[in-house]
């Protein structure tokens, strides 16, 4: 049995917006048994532009129930039933969302009829629920609105069951009917240009991956120690907003290179994301690091953290987006640290700084604070965002079992990875620099190393 649903809402957010219809038809797997729908009040304005598409006007849910006074007869309808919906996603979302606001777990197993409909009936320009009734003759009556898409779209599941049996004989009927309908259950979450064989042949292993667009435009970057498991939860979450259902339905294929380690994923990940500037990638996106902290020492022996811009001439501490960022992150660190504002140089002054006139500032910028007693708390701040030790390397695990990655990190910087086969001799962190290919060092990287290196990992770090 199918519960075949449609719903119209206040928006596209699951997380916020709410259901203002919803219709349920009834289809025993032969035609349409039963059908049911309603009005539903949101407990909230409905924009114009909403109803402007849909026709639903605050006045007309005003005396409607709310959902929660229908939410028994929703349960009823569908319970036991496949849940089918054209984009099911989209529907299934912001059902459990509003069983979820009422503590109650609502789960179904979901067919879609955009993958179903491409399965069966290939070569479409488009499978919009509008553009497709129309390629094959249904009469999409009250558009936009629960009832009329839901009828719609069971019409054209009716047909596609229909398809289905003309392409099989009629001794395999029962077992072939069944087969296609447990296969679109189980790709129902997948995106509509995604099959189940291209998610089943992703490797178990640690690497990258790519989300492609159909006009082959890398749409996202990510990576995990396990793809093809990582790439399956994509997938089955429950979207909270129609962009990132958009997101999922742009999805036309996958790629990935495989890196051994997850260290070099997390690595290489963030260094394809600043390169390519993938849409859907928020985090990690910026690629020029132009301001920097330095550190000299003047000529009385005080350590003296500043920020510049990052020039050839000489490497920071640790790069940064901008001066804005930099200065942000030096005010923060003198904070902590109770450093002087004066020898930072965030206070411009010719006797002491202003910390040290409401008592911040222990007075080195007068000489009254030892040098090596200031140094000490310099440090301190400076090994708080640097690494434990100036030039080492990390070997891990590789592609394959005669295989290793190395990691490189010379003078607190990181300089890039690469692969090593066993025969490897190494008797300088030279050997490991000619075996690497170089990348860019930033903030967002050595945070990265940083924080692996704090966790539970099992490679080899060596020191020279």
């Known amino acids: 049995m199918y519960a075949i649903i449609d719903i119209e809402t206040t928006g596209g957010q699951p997380s916020q ?49 709310k959902f929660h006074e229908v939410a028994k007869e929703i349960v009823q309808f569908t319970d036991g039933k496949i849940f089918v919906a ?3 996603r989209f529907d299934y979302s ?29 070569g479409l320009p488009s499978y919009s629920l509008g553009k497709l009734c ?42 072939s009917q069944e087969k296609v ?18 998610v089943d042949a992703l490797p178990d292993a640690a690497g990258v991956y790519y989300f492609y667009d159909s006009d082959g435009e890398i749409i996202y970057v990510g990576k995990s120690i396990n793809i093809r498991k990582r ?22 294929d996958i790629t990935y290179e495989l890196t051994g380690s997850e260290l070099v994923a997390l690595l290489f990940e963030s260094d394809e994301i600043k390169r390519l500037k993938p849409q859907y990638n928020r985090q990690q996106r910026r690629s020029v690091f132009s301001s920097g902290i330095y550190l000299d020492v003047d000529e009385k022996g005080y350590k003296r953290l500043s920020f510049d811009k990052v020039s050839t001439e000489r ?38 700084c202003f910390d040290y006139q409401v008592h911040q500032c222990k007075g080195a910028c007068i000489g009254k604070e030892l040098p090596d007693e200031y140094n000490a708390r310099v440090d301190a701040a400076i090994e708080s965002f640097s690494f434990e030790y100036d030039n080492f390397v990390i070997i891990g695990k590789g592609r394959q079992a005669n295989e290793k990655t190395v990691v490189v990190i010379e003078n607190n910087r990181y300089l890039g990875f690469g692969y090593i086969d066993e025969t490897f001799s190494a008797n300088n962190l030279q050997d490991f620099k000619d075996a690497i290919k170089f990348y860019k060092d930033n903030k967002d990287v050595q ?7 704090r966790s539970s990992h099992k490679d080899k770090v060596i020191i020279f």
Do not use: W
Not at 94 to 122: A, H, M
Not at 184 to 190: E, F, N, P, R, W
């Open 17 to 65: 917006d709410r259901i203002t219809e919803i219709a349920i038809f009834i289809h025993d797997g032969e035609k349409i048994v039963d059908q049911y729908n309603t009005l539903i009040n949101p407990e909230r304005p409905i924009p114009f532009f909403i109803t402007q598409l849909t026709g639903i006007t605050d006045a007309m849910v005003r005396d409607a129930p």
């Open 86 to 88: 054209h984009n099911v």
């Open 94 to 122: 912001f059902i459990k969302k509003e069983f979820s606001d009422l503590g109650f777990n609502y789960q179904r197993k979901t067919l879609c009829t955009v993958r179903l409909s491409r399965s069966l009936i290939p």
């Open 134 to 175: 129309k390629s094959i003759d249904i009469e999409l009556k009250m558009r936009h609105r629960a009832i009329g898409d839901a009828e719609a779209t069971a019409i054209l599941f009716d047909k596609l069951l229909k398809i289905n049996k003309q392409e099989i004989s009629v001794t395999a009927e029962s077992t």
């Open 181 to 198: 309908i447990k296969n679109a259950v189980k790709t129902s979450l997948l995106p509509p240009a995604i099959s189940r064989e291209q």
């Open 231 to 252: 790439i399956i939860q994509h997938f089955n979450i429950d979207y909270k907003s129609k962009k990132s259902i958009e997101f999922k339905n742009r999805i036309a």
């Open 315 to 352: 490497s920071p501490i640790i790069a940064l987006p901008n001066h804005f960022k930099s200065k942000a992150f030096l005010f923060h660190k003198v904070a902590k640290y109770n450093l002087c504002q004066k020898l930072s140089g965030l206070y411009k002054s010719n006797g002491a």
């Open 447 to 453: 945070q990265i190393i940083r924080g692996y290196l």
